[in-house]
């Protein structure tokens, strides 16, 4: 209960903070766009065959965007040395994790909402699938990604050079979140007739979630000490 | 959270270096090895039958796997070492967890070397997107991250607890990689190689076999010399660090 309340207060703070300034989500919103254009260069979206490499884009959004803000929600506590405020603070640090997590996560998920249909509309994609599965394919994975990232991140910020460790932290372990939800993706986009495939990877994901998100709470404990 | 309150702490004179054991383990590790690898040596190029199709290219399977097998190996023993470390918080297990790691890259180094090698010339292909090749690639990738986060600046016991968090994590992670990818990619490839060496995923000659088990024999002792050198020579940089800084507070004082 009381991890519960102090995660949602850290996270109501962090939101708050970002609502003022709006530095996080509008450059996280503009990279996002921009990758959209530099696809737009890479991929014609006129041509038939871009289709295919669409559930790709809206991984590699998401996948950038987002570790654009994991860093900064762990960096931004370290300019006034506020994370030390937080650990002395009478809150476990499961729930500085789990506030930062929540925080994270509605952030990621603005910039998917504007982000999604934008792509959506400039690349000329007609939805040819369920647009509830999507939406929960996309839940799923964000889910997975946000929660292991921002453990790497609590991890990586101990670093002088965070910005550049935790991509390399992030990848190779998030790996198989990426390659389920692209299977997902790909299937809930294109090809309803595999729906019970789509949703077998869903459970894979969901599971890596879990797992993740219980060892970060178990361990947080081990990256957030003084 | 790199901040000046971090000082190396005073860590003398009851700092517990490890006391240098009797040099009885090395010289028995470093025998077995070469005996052991002499024998492989022996049972890969004379004993065991050449394949039939792939002909002397195979014999770099048994360094291969035995390579691959050492590699997931030392993996393991840093995750081990590295709860050990969280629970006990003794610097010999962190050297431990550290060393295991070192000598892993190098054995996944040799891993995605030999298998290109032998891939060209069994698929005619340098690789292929295949579960225990992406595996082993993200396996290296980890290690290289481990190693990353050792690189940090800060006191030892900052990166030592950071480093055993991600070996933990690294640790996980790498079976759930490996069944992502070959639930992904059962479809493409169904049985690609199997541990046979006629490709058919099933059967190896009683003589292959012999000559696998005692290569992975030798290199898992060669793995465990390297490790108890590798320890020793840790130490002795911990306690040259020791000694520089308790000479440096004899200056200052």
Known sequence: MNLVKSALLLAKKDLFSEWKTKQVLVTQIIFASLVIVVFSFAFDPSNNMTKAVIPGIIWVIIVFAGILGLNRSIVSEQRNDTMYALLVAPMEPAGIYLGKFIANFTMIMIVETIAIPFLFLLFDFNMAGSIPYFILIIFVGSFGFVSIGTFLAALAGNSKSSEMLLPLLLFPIASPVLIGVTQATRIVLSDMSKLSSALAWTQMVTSYDVIFFVISLFLIDYVLEV | MSMNLEQEKPLLPDSPLSKSKSAYLPKVLLGSTIITMLTSIYFIFLYAEEEKTM?????IFYFHVSSAWVAFFAFFITCLFSILFL??????YDTYAYVSAEIGVVFTIIVLTTGPIWAKSAWNTWWVWEPRLITTLILFFLYIAYIMIRQMDGVWDKKARLASVFGIIGFVDVPIVFFAIRWWQTKLHPVVFGEG?????????????????ISIL???????YLLNKGVTLENLKIKVEQYKEKLRMDIEN
């Open chain 2, 55 to 59: 002909g002397a290219a195979q014999k």
């Open chain 2, 87 to 92: 629970v006990k918080r003794q610097r010999i």
């Open chain 2, 197 to 213: 060496s006629d490709q058919s995923g099933g059967g190896i000659a009683p003589s292959m076999l012999a000559a696998l088990l």
């Open chain 2, 218 to 224: 030798a290199f898992t002792i060669l793995y465990a």
